[in-house]
Structures are given as structure tokens and as C-alpha cells.
């Protein structure tokens, strides 16, 4: 059997992965979001389930319930102890059901290799809160009842073990023992393990009557957005007022022909909705073509958009018709149109009046059919009044404005958003996450996004590329530098006590020892912590193992 550590020591780098943010309401244990709960409200609920579903039901959702926070914990605590052999890291899990609150857990046997994929554990649990509330609503039971506990221990042993691992309590404080007790060892080891393994899975008749709600509910939105308005044609994500706002304008001028010009903040996806004005109009089968004024030098962007003769200046060896030439019929969409050049601009306002255009360096008047999409994310009347702007472009242009809302303004569509892009980036990277961590979902909500959609869909693609299959995604990978603030923020509200220079002076006497003075802090920590070593290497500011080896170090010298 393999050593082990016994769950009440060494549980302290586990406290401190608990922060309590009171100004905000919330308790974090690393990026998962936790509450403290009165046991008594389990017990309503334990009653009212029952209640409503019946005995089977209700212990299959406590079960399941427990399994999710136990894999929850595991996949938390999975990088806290990379020091420790895999016995000792293993304990986590037992302690964080201690640190929770729900049950004391002793050590009977524990034995696992992730190399032989081995696993038993005999443990048992005193003071188990599940127990005690079965009792107080229900009296003694005639089998055990300690099911989220028991649930808990499945989640996290599984996710550990990398194979299903199953617990069955042989003993319970509801059934009259003096404590409770569990075995758990691999699904295949167990004899009734079919019976055991359903309590993990779903209830099919739950599952059946979700799917259908979910069927009903995809044909009444399938019935709106046919009757009113047809919100996935602008190739966008969204479901707030803000964003359906925009979506009903835009749809109401892509029939027409008439110039629209958005405007917004750099990144909010105002090329996504220009290509949607023309999927959405007749000329959705003709071409879009999409020119970005700011990449095109100023004494290039009228040959680029409207085309050049042979010849007409150094470096045109050859004809070449512009942008608006392709985009005949179609849809040409011009962003950064601040950027263009006096000449462009007169150039464009001809088009846009008479529809026609004459190349650089030609003298032959072309007449093509486009519509014209144009964004800006800078104030065009501004630009108008300094000089930098044709007024009178400005006014042929602002017939129909539309403003695109930053993300800020549409934050109930950010859940929509990331889910939109993590699909994308599953099969972009062949890879599947267990969406955000709630401390990256608060993050997400409450964050302003100065660079809007652009900025979340870079942020994500870096935290699918730092994070593993099968993963949560953490905050650490979406905002390393908000994390290190953080940290430091944390160490700035509770930082560690500085030594005297002038007494540290004092020491060095003619007969200065390092190890003599070293051995007195470490005996003065090994008394205020009352022998507990972890709690001595904490006030230290050092590892355990650190600390082992000093003590053993001292006491050789002894």
C-alpha cells in the first residue's frame, strides 16, 4: 500500500485557492464560483424532489448532481500538487469534501496506480451532512443515503483515474450506523455494474421529454423567424434588442438600392453585417466585394477602386479594372472610408450620383450597377468640419445610417458569441472544451471589450490553442495579464511582514551563524503551528518538502 496523507493536514494551498469577495458577493475556489448554503435547504430540496419524481429519480439526480461538482474539483485541483507522488495529490479531492463542509473522510486503504490503471479505496465518513439531513426529513433509512457525496466521489475519482471508477456505500448514519463507509474501485471490477453505472447517465424518460421541449421550442422560433424577421441571414450572432434593432433595419434597406453607411467601433462586425444587406437582397448572387480604404497607399486607392489604364503612370504596365468593375450587380462594401483620398472621394460621389466612373488614366465614361455599403468607425461630420471629409459625399452617403452597438451595449449576446466561436475552433483544432469557467464567464460579462467582437474572438482562439482536449477553459488562458493583476492585487491587500534592516544589522556579531538563527525560526514555527508542518512551511513561506528536509537536516546535527 502506498503512503498517503491523512485528509485533515496539509490541506492549506487548498484554503488558499479560496478567495471570499464580499464587496461583490461571490466565493472562488480557483475559477469556479461557490456558495455557502444552509444543509437545511438540501433537505427541502431532497423532500420536494422526491416529492415530485419519486425515490429513483430523485437519488439519480443527487447522484449526477455530485458526479459534475466531484469532476469539477478534480479538473481544479489537477495542477495544485505536481510535487506530490499520485496517492498524496489524490487526497484533494477527499480534503475539498472536508473543506466543503459535507463530510470528515478517514483513510482506511487507498491504493492506485495510473500506470496499471489500479484503484481501491476503502474510506470512511464521519460527520456526513447528506446523512443527517436524510434523517431529519425522512427518519432512518432502510439503505444508504449519502447520494451527492456519493456522486462526488465518482465525478472526482473518475476524472482523476482517467477511467470510470464507482463507490457503493456499504454503511450510512441514515440507516443507524455510527459512521458511514465507501468502497470504490473500477466499473468493471463490480459485479452489478450495469446497475451501478446508471445512477451516472441520464434518465432516459427525462432526456426524451427535454428533447421533445426542445423540439417544440426549435419549431416555434423556426415560425417566428419565418413570419417576422430572418436574424441569421446578417451572418451574425445575436438575440438582443440592440442587435435585432440593427438586424430590422438593415433588412428593411436591403431590398432597395439605396447606400447604407455603418458606423460603430473598430471590431464590431460591421463587415459581417454588410455581407448580410447582401445575402439578403436580389443581388445576393452576384459578387460582394469588400475593400478596406486605410490598407491602400492615398495615390493608389482611385486606381484600386476604379480601375487604370495601361500606362497611365509609372509602374501600370497593364490595364486593370477596380473594384467597382467586379462588384457589377453586386455589392461593394468600403470600409475605413474616412481614409480615402480628396480624389476618391470626388470619384465616388459621381458614382454614387450618375453611377458611372472613368479609369486612371482613360477618358472613357463606365457605367456599372453596385451597391454601395460603407463603415466607419470615426465621426464623418467631425471629419466633414476639420476639412478631411467632402460635405456633400457625407450627405449622399448619411441617407440611411445605421449605428452598429458595441459589445458593451449587447452583453446578453457574449454567451451566444462564445459558443458561435468555440465551435468554430473545436473544428478549426480538432478539439473539445467543456466551455468557460465561472470565474471566465463573469469575466466575459462584466468586461468592456474595447476591441468588441474582433477582441473576443482573438481572446478565445488563444485560450483554444493553451487549452487541452476535453478541458474548461480558464481565465488565466483568456487574460494572463488580468490574472497576474490579480495576484498581485491579492499580495498588495495582505502583504507579508518586512524585517527591521537595523535589527538584522545587530545580528552580525563576531560569532554570526546562518544555521543557528535559521534553526531557531524554524523550531519558533514548528511551536506556533503546534508541531503541524504544513502550517510551519506556510508561515515560512517555503514547501513542506523544503522544510522536511531542513528538519531532518537539524535533527541529524542533534
Known amino acids: 500500500m502506498q503512503p498517503f496523507l491523512k485528509p485533515q493536514q496539509d490541506i492549506q494551498d487548498l484554503i488558499d485557492r479560496i478567495k471570499f469577495d464580499a464587496a461583490h458577493g461571490q466565493i472562488w475556489f480557483e475559477e469556479n464560483r461557490m456558495l455557502l448554503l444552509?444543509?437545511?435547504?438540501?433537505?427541502?430540496?431532497?423532500?420536494?424532489?422526491?416529492?415530485?419524481?419519486?425515490?429513483?429519480?430523485?437519488?439519480?439526480?443527487?447522484?449526477?448532481?455530485?458526479?459534475?461538482?466531484?469532476?469539477?474539483?478534480?479538473?481544479?485541483?489537477?495542477?495544485?500538487?505536481?510535487?506530490?507522488?499520485?496517492?498524496?495529490?489524490?487526497?484533494?479531492?477527499?480534503?475539498?469534501?472536508?473543506?466543503?463542509?459535507?463530510?470528515?473522510?478517514?483513510?482506511?486503504?487507498?491504493?492506485?496506480?495510473?500506470?496499471?490503471?489500479?484503484?481501491?479505496?476503502?474510506?470512511?465518513?464521519?460527520?456526513?451532512?447528506?446523512?443527517?439531513?436524510?434523517?431529519?426529513?425522512?427518519?432512518?433509512?432502510?439503505?444508504?443515503?449519502?447520494?451527492?457525496?456519493?456522486?462526488?466521489?465518482?465525478?472526482?475519482?473518475?476524472?482523476?483515474?482517467?477511467?470510470?471508477?464507482?463507490?457503493q456505500e456499504t454503511q450510512c448514519i441514515?440507516?443507524?450506523?455510527?459512521?458511514?463507509?465507501?468502497?470504490?474501485?473500477?466499473?468493471?471490477?463490480?459485479?452489478?455494474?450495469?446497475?451501478?453505472?446508471?445512477?451516472?447517465?441520464?434518465?432516459?424518460?427525462?432526456?426524451?421529454?427535454?428533447?421533445?421541449?426542445?423540439?417544440?421550442?426549435?419549431?416555434?422560433?423556426?415560425?417566428?423567424?419565418?413570419?417576422?424577421?430572418?436574424?441569421?441571414?446578417?451572418?451574425?450572432?445575436?438575440?438582443?434588442?440592440?442587435?435585432?434593432?440593427?438586424?430590422?433595419?438593415?433588412?428593411?434597406?436591403?431590398?432597395?438600392?439605396?447606400?447604407?453607411?455603418?458606423?460603430?467601433?473598430?471590431?464590431?462586425?460591421?463587415?459581417?453585417?454588410?455581407?448580410?444587406?447582401?445575402?439578403?437582397?436580389?443581388?445576393k448572387d452576384k459578387p460582394f466585394i469588400a475593400v478596406n480604404c486605410a490598407c491602400i497607399p492615398h495615390d493608389l486607392i482611385e486606381a484600386e477602386l476604379f480601375g487604370v489604364e495601361k500606362g497611365a503612370f509609372t509602374g501600370a504596365v497593364s490595364q486593370r479594372i477596380g473594384k467597382f468593375e467586379r462588384a457589377h450587380q453586386g455589392t461593394i462594401f468600403l470600409d475605413e472610408l474616412a481614409e480615402l483620398s480628396p480624389r476618391a472621394q470626388a470619384a465616388l460621389l459621381r458614382m454614387l450620383q450618375e453611377g458611372e466612373f472613368e479609369r486612371v488614366g482613360d477618358y472613357q465614361t463606365r457605367k456599372v450597377d453596385v451597391r454601395v455599403v460603407a463603415a466607419t468607425n470615426e465621426d464623418l461630420e467631425l471629419a466633414v468640419k476639420k476639412g478631411r471629409f467632402r460635405a456633400d459625399l457625407y450627405f449622399r452617403l448619411n441617407i440611411f445610417p445605421v449605428r452598429i452597438p458595441p459589445l458593451r451595449e449587447r452583453r446578453e449576446d457574449i454567451p451566444l458569441l462564445v459558443s458561435h466561436f468555440l465551435k468554430r475552433f473545436e473544428n478549426i483544432y480538432d478539439k473539445k472544451f467543456k466551455g468557460l469557467s465561472d470565474k471566465a464567464k463573469h469575466f466575459f460579462i462584466n468586461y468592456n471589450w474595447p476591441g468588441n467582437i474582433r477582441e473576443l474572438?482573438?481572446?478565445?482562439?488563444?485560450?483554444?490553442?493553451?487549452?487541452?482536449?476535453?478541458?474548461?477553459?480558464?481565465?488565466?488562458?483568456?487574460?494572463?495579464?488580468?490574472?497576474?493583476?490579480?495576484?498581485?492585487?491579492?499580495?498588495?491587500?495582505?502583504?507579508?511582514?518586512?524585517?527591521?534592516?537595523?535589527?538584522?544589522?545587530?545580528?552580525?556579531?563576531?560569532?554570526?551563524?546562518?544555521?543557528?538563527?535559521?534553526?531557531?525560526?524554524?523550531?519558533?514555527?514548528?511551536?506556533?503551528?503546534?508541531?503541524?508542518?504544513?502550517?510551519?512551511?506556510?508561515?515560512?513561506?517555503i514547501s513542506r518538502a523544503t522544510l522536511d528536509y531542513r528538519l531532518k537536516k537539524y535533527r541529524a546535527l542533534s
Request: charged share 25%; aromatic share 10%.
Open 457 to 541: 474572438e482573438n481572446v478565445l482562439e488563444r485560450a483554444a490553442l493553451l487549452t487541452n482536449d476535453q478541458q474548461e477553459i480558464k481565465l488565466r488562458d483568456l487574460f494572463p495579464d488580468v490574472v497576474a493583476a490579480e495576484t498581485n492585487s491579492y499580495r498588495e491587500t495582505f502583504p507579508s511582514k518586512s524585517f527591521n534592516s537595523q535589527k538584522i544589522a545587530e545580528l552580525f556579531t563576531p560569532d554570526f551563524s546562518l544555521e543557528h538563527y535559521e534553526k531557531q525560526i524554524i523550531v519558533q514555527a514548528m511551536q506556533q503551528s503546534q508541531n503541524n508542518v504544513s502550517e510551519a512551511a506556510r508561515l515560512l513561506g
Open 174 to 283: 441514515a440507516q443507524g450506523h455510527d459512521h458511514c463507509r465507501i468502497i470504490g474501485k473500477p466499473l468493471t471490477e463490480w459485479e452489478n455494474a450495469e446497475k451501478l453505472v446508471q445512477f451516472m447517465s441520464p434518465d432516459p424518460i427525462s432526456d426524451e421529454i427535454i428533447a421533445l421541449r426542445a423540439e417544440l421550442n426549435q419549431l416555434k422560433h423556426d415560425i417566428y423567424t419565418r413570419a417576422e424577421v430572418d436574424y441569421s441571414m446578417f451572418n451574425a450572432v445575436g438575440e438582443s434588442a440592440a442587435y435585432r434593432n440593427v438586424c430590422d433595419l438593415l433588412k428593411k434597406a436591403a431590398g432597395s438600392k439605396v447606400a447604407v453607411l455603418l458606423s460603430g467601433e473598430t471590431g464590431v462586425g460591421k463587415e459581417a453585417f454588410a455581407r448580410g444587406i447582401h445575402y439578403a437582397s436580389p443581388r
Open 38 to 167: 444552509h444543509t437545511d435547504i438540501f433537505g427541502f430540496l431532497r423532500k420536494d424532489l422526491h416529492d415530485m419524481l419519486g425515490y429513483e429519480p430523485a437519488k439519480r439526480f443527487f447522484i449526477r448532481c455530485g458526479y459534475q461538482a466531484g469532476m469539477r474539483d478534480a479538473e481544479a485541483t489537477a495542477q495544485l500538487r505536481p510535487d506530490l507522488n499520485e496517492t498524496e495529490a489524490f487526497m484533494a479531492g477527499p480534503q475539498m469534501h472536508g473543506i466543503r463542509g459535507m463530510v470528515q473522510v478517514e483513510v482506511n486503504t487507498l491504493q492506485l496506480s495510473h500506470r496499471n490503471h489500479e484503484f481501491y479505496a476503502d474510506f470512511n465518513w464521519r460527520h456526513s451532512f447528506e446523512g443527517e439531513v436524510h434523517l431529519s426529513e425522512f427518519g432512518k433509512s432502510d439503505e444508504p443515503a449519502c447520494w451527492l457525496q456519493l456522486g462526488y466521489a465518482c465525478g472526482y475519482s473518475s476524472y482523476v483515474m482517467g477511467q470510470t471508477i464507482i463507490y
